[in-house]
């Protein structure tokens, strides 16, 4: 399955956050919007980078001073993995495990048209093998 199918189940809502919003700003809207990463905007619109919960997290961990009053920029990932919505699911859950990264920003023609998490690529898995097996049972009942 191609990522445009899933990305026309789940939708193509992304939320994002300028690279010189602070570091608190960003984390109140991760826990308003109940996600686990933030693309990061120029003010022009373009990709700058993408910010991660765990990328805030190590960020603590090495330095816990002020960092919620940090930019968004000072914490975030700037070289982001992207792919398009022509990429297949499969594609994207071996490029998350060879990359370590759990958000891959979905870009076509330049345009971000969507994010898919890990979870989102987990989820349209099982439902594909839930699919497979529920045919397979239908195969060898007509049999």
């Not at 602070?22 to 109940?34: Q, T």
């Not at 002020?66 to 982001?80: H, I």
């Not at 979905?106 to 594909?128: A, K």
Request: charged letters at 30%; proline letters at 2%.
């Amino acid at each position: 399955m191609q990522l445009r199918h899933l990305l026309d189940h789940k939708g193509r809502d992304v939320y994002s956050v300028r690279s010189g919003a602070s570091v608190r700003e960003a984390v109140e809207l991760l826990a308003k919007r109940n996600v686990g990463a933030l693309v990061v905007t120029s003010p022009s619109g373009g990709l700058e980078g993408i910010l991660s919960e765990r990328d805030v997290a190590r960020r603590l961990f090495e330095d816990d001073t002020g960092v919620l009053e940090k930019r968004v920029a000072d914490v975030m990932t700037p070289v982001v993995t992207t792919c398009t919505s022509a990429t297949s699911v499969t594609e994207v859950m071996a490029l998350m495990t060879e990359e370590r990264i759990r958000h891959v920003p979905v870009v076509d023609g330049g345009h971000l048209v969507g994010l898919v998490s890990i979870g989102d690529v987990v989820r349209s898995r099982i439902e594909e093998l839930e699919n497979d097996r529920r045919d397979l049972l239908e195969y060898v009942g007509a049999r």
